[in-house]
């Protein structure tokens, strides 16, 4: 990224997993007192892909931070970046019976939406209930009981279009 393109309030990630929001800038936030670059800033960390801990401030010349920050992410969509970060990290450690229940479902849900589901599936729904992907899921069935309603979380419907996004590549 160009160091022109680094603004205060802005979000930045560095293409993995790393976002970071500039807070501050000027010569005061030098990393130390050595650095002969004075067009500085502070920033905070809100995920990591190592180095400063989430949450956590740190200072950097700006060059350095162009260099770390590959694109901006908007304000009103950290939110959602920070959803689908989180989705593609538990689709990557989905095993192949989860990753198949998941790809059953349209990728188009809602968190409103209630989706039947036949009486085999029940063990692994309750798995994905257990990994926060199912909102609503029945405790158990009664013998008879042949199908049962889920409805997704909203993280569960971002690892769904996770699933269906590598089924596609």
């Given amino acids: 990224m160009k160091k022109a393109d680094i603004g205060v309030g802005r979000f930045y990630t560095d293409g993995k997993n790393g976002l970071r929001q500039v807070i501050a800038e000027g010569a005061q936030y030098k990393?130390?007192?050595a650095v002969a670059d004075c067009d500085c800033l502070r920033y905070r960390?809100?995920?990591s892909s190592g180095g400063v801990a989430p949450g956590n401030e740190s200072?950097?010349?700006r060059v350095a931070f162009a260099a770390w920050a590959k694109s901006e992410v908007a304000a009103d969509q950290t939110s959602r970046w920070l959803l689908t970060q989180q989705a593609r990290?538990?689709?990557r450690k989905l095993t192949a019976s989860?990753?198949?229940?998941?790809s059953l479902f349209d990728d188009d849900l809602s968190t409103?939406?209630?989706?039947s589901c036949e009486r085999q599936e029940f063990r692994l729904a309750k798995v994905c209930r257990d990994k926060g992907l199912i909102a609503a899921l029945p405790e158990g069935l009664s013998s008879g009981v042949d199908n049962f309603d889920v409805e997704f979380s909203e993280l569960g419907i971002a690892v769904i279009q996770q699933v269906h996004?590598?089924?596609v590549k």
């Fill in 98 to 102: 989860q990753r198949g229940f998941l």
């Fill in 45 to 47: 960390s809100i995920t």
């Fill in 59 to 61: 200072n950097s010349t």
């Fill in 165 to 167: 996004a590598i089924r």
């Fill in 31 to 33: 990393l130390y007192d």
């Fill in 112 to 115: 409103t939406s209630s989706v």
């Fill in 89 to 91: 990290s538990i689709e």
